[in-house]
């Protein structure tokens, strides 16, 4: 089974609104980190927002925040008041058990488009 | 402070080559594991070093092996390419003692011919 889906390959927002990029999780591991990352064409991945498992708050970062729906396995991404920057990849993760000896499993991304 | 580096950004080899690509961590962080990303999927696990020992490894062939130096830096080795190597070759570093999240490099582009 994929530990991460992402299901919208693609998509579009008018800049200045917000969009949702959806992300379902498998895991059996009590403990775990979900994470989004963005993926310009230059290829490097930039870290945007974490979420453990055991947090009851939904995580945030200036303009994106994470919501966290831990009985559906769902990390939504959420971002507010789109730019035109932010028109790239968009990668959801998982990790799971410790930290120091773990992987990261990612899913397959979503292609944001902001339209000016 | 320098991120996460890689070398080369690109290279072209031939089917059957051999190849090795390099990467300096973040400064202080000491673990470091490696992903392939073909184009349109998302990223793969190869393997983890930490401490000089791979920890972890993915679904990959024994014709990918690591190496980590005493630095944290690390080199991944591709043996007998073939053309499905082809790909975006990652790396990513954690601090040490329960970092949340792992920083990129740009990644290298090895395309196989």
């Known amino acids: 089974a994929q530990k991460i889906t992402q299901t919208q390959p693609g998509m579009f927002v008018q800049e200045k609104e917000a969009v949702t990029l959806d992300c379902t999780y498998d895991?059996?591991?009590?403990?775990?980190?979900l994470f989004w990352y963005k993926q310009p064409s230059s290829g490097e991945m930039i870290f945007l927002i974490y979420?453990?498992?055991?947090?009851?708050q939904n995580a945030t970062e200036g303009r994106y925040s994470l919501n966290f729906q831990k009985a559906r396995k769902s990390a939504n991404l959420v971002i507010s008041a789109s730019q035109l920057g932010d028109s790239a990849m968009y990668f959801c993760?998982?990790?799971?058990?410790?930290?120091?000896?773990?992987?990261?499993?990612f899913g397959s991304g979503t292609k944001l488009n902001v339209k000016p | 402070d320098a991120g996460v580096t890689q070398s080369p950004t690109h290279l072209i080899k031939t089917r059957g080559q051999q190849v090795t690509l390099r990467c300096s961590p973040k400064?202080?962080?000491?673990?470091v594991s490696w992903y392939q990303q073909a184009l349109g999927q998302g990223p793969q696990f190869i393997f983890q070093y930490y401490e000089e020992e791979e920890r972890q490894r993915g679904n990959f062939p024994d014709r990918f092996s690591g190496h980590q130096f005493p630095n944290y830096s690390s080199e991944l080795n591709v043996n007998a390419l073939l053309l499905g190597d082809s790909a975006l070759y990652l790396c990513a570093s954690l601090a040490p003692g329960g970092a949340a999240e792992a920083f990129f490099g740009q990644g290298t582009r090895l395309t196989v011919v």
């Open positions: 993760a998982m990790r799971e058990g410790s930290y120091n000896f773990n992987k990261f499993y």
């Open positions: 979420q453990g498992s055991y947090d009851e």
């Open positions: 400064s202080g962080h000491d673990t």
């Open positions: 895991t059996s591991d009590q403990s775990y980190g």
